[in-house]
């Protein structure tokens, strides 16, 4: 589509100079702006894709490596060195997402056989999971934070956790390893 708008432009540019023809370029513009979107959209698909058919990785993770940065706000002393079922860099990914290049706050607990990482969440508070939101409305989350964090969601998800959005909270339940 960006590349009919500019074939479009090129064509049509002398003729619209000769006519004073603004409805074209608003026309012309409009095609360049749906173009952009749907090349957004099908980025976000295509993100979605992959970390459905990403190989997991087997490897498990303590607390420590993976919130490594980050403030830490725990009643359990020892949570730290629990170990979780979910390869490091995908909740890194999610801890960036939502923090960017500064530390989070993140409160962690024990929930059964879970680690449960919860912090504050860019998303808005009737969303109950990053998946549904960007489904919700394609064209807004296609290339945002909700993007990304709804690959996050796919691949925790993928490794038997969970991610869930609670009151102003992103929860991430990650399982904990038998050695924990």
């Known amino acids: 589509m960006s590349l009919s708008a500019e074939l479009l432009d090129e064509a049509l540019r002398g003729r619209r100079e000769q006519r004073g023809g603004e409805t074209a370029t608003v026309a012309l513009d409009a095609l360049r702006h749906a173009a952009v979107?749907?090349?957004?959209?099908?980025q976000a698909l295509t993100q979605l894709s992959r970390a459905r058919r990403r190989p997991l990785d087997t490897a498990q993770a303590s607390l420590r490596l993976i919130l490594g940065g980050?403030?830490?706000?725990?009643?359990?002393?020892?949570?730290?060195?629990c170990i979780v079922d979910v390869a490091p860099m995908v909740v890194r990914e999610l801890l960036d997402a939502i923090g960017g290049t500064e530390p989070c706050e993140v409160h962690v607990a024990r929930h059964g056989?879970?680690?449960?990482?919860q912090l504050q969440h860019p998303l808005a508070a009737d969303v109950t999971s990053p998946l549904e939101a960007l489904a919700a409305s394609l064209q807004q989350g296609a290339g945002a934070v909700v993007e990304r964090l709804a690959v996050g969601q796919v691949l925790?998800?993928?490794?038997?956790?969970?991610?869930?959005?609670?009151?102003?909270?992103?929860?991430?339940w990650l399982p904990l390893s038998e050695r924990a």
């Open 37 to 42: 979107d749907l090349e957004r959209m099908l």
């Open 113 to 117: 056989a879970y680690a449960v990482l």
């Open 70 to 81: 980050h403030v830490v706000v725990s009643d359990d002393a020892e949570i730290e060195r």
């Open 156 to 172: 925790v998800e993928r490794y038997g956790g969970a991610l869930r959005c609670e009151q102003g909270h992103l929860s991430i």
